[in-house]
T-cell receptor, first 111, second 114 residues
Framework: GEKVEQHESTLSVREGDSAVINCTYT??????FPWYKQEAGKSLHFVIDIRSNVDRKQSQRLIVLLDKKAKRFSLHITATQPEDSAIYFCAASIRNNRIFFGDGTQLVVKP | DMKVTQMPRYLIKRMGENVLLECGQDMSHETMYWYRQDPGLGLQLIYI???????SEGDIPKGYRVSRKKREHFSLILDSAKTNQTSVYFC?????????????FGPGTRLTVL
């Protein structure tokens, strides 16, 4: 089955800087790549996604890039704020809305 | 108001007892999921349900079973709980299995098996 790897288990940035979280996947049939955020002690919620028919998507300060040839996708958070501190999960989906999660990246935004 | 609810939020059981975790959603979503989250292991899919009485095993179904008799409710049952089933359990739902859609997560149930 599909395997999703998140390269950074932890990431620390200064407030106002950009943060980049990188993920790779194994199955070329994957076509949907969502990202989820989990704040400390809370549940997960959806933040942004990208489908395989595009290579870039932006929602306010969040940018997702997809490189299908390299089977790599990334989340860029610009102008980071303390409230961006959380665990971010990348995921990939082939079909039937079954998605495969990475193990998460702990982002710390320092003031 | 789009919402996924889980009951109970916290539960302590003794090894060998039966456990029932309940999940509800008010969005008429077709697909529902049960995950468990352990430190350093991310999210592991236990079961996925594509609609009423249409359930499939995920990656770690052993020791668990599910029931979905109404579209808005999805239950996770642990028959004779084990200490290694201590975890945080999340329920989620998404619009449909036809295509890919974001998942809405419940608040989680923290289960401790002594």
């Amino acid at each position: 089955g599909e395997k999703v790897e998140q390269h950074e288990s932890t990431l620390s940035v200064r407030e106002g800087d950009s943060a980049v979280i990188n993920c790779t996947y194994t199955d070329t049939a994957s076509s949907y790549f969502p990202w989820y955020k989990q704040e400390a002690g809370k549940s997960l919620h959806f933040v942004i996604d990208i489908r395989s028919n595009v290579d870039r998507k932006q929602s306010q300060r969040l940018i997702v890039l997809l490189d299908k040839k390299a089977k790599r996708f990334s989340l860029h958070i610009t102008a980071t704020q303390p409230e961006d501190s959380a665990i971010y999960f990348c995921a990939a989906s082939i079909r039937n809305n079954r998605i495969f999660f990475g193990d998460g990246t702990q982002l710390v935004v320092k003031p | 108001d789009m919402k996924v609810t889980q009951m109970p939020r916290y539960l302590i059981k003794r090894m060998g007892e039966n456990v029932l975790l309940e999940c509800g959603q008010d969005m008429s979503h077709e697909t529902m999921y049960w995950y468990r989250q352990d430190p350093g292991l991310g999210l592991q899919l236990i079961y996925i349900s594509y609609d009423v009485d249409s359930n499939s095993e995920g990656d770690i179904p052993k020791g668990y079973r599910v029931s979905r008799k109404k579209r808005e409710h999805f239950s996770l049952i642990l028959d004779s709980a084990k200490t290694n089933q201590t975890s945080v359990y999340f329920c989620a739902s998404s619009l449909s299995s036809w295509g890919s859609y974001e998942q809405y997560f419940g608040p989680g149930t923290r289960l401790t098996v002594l």
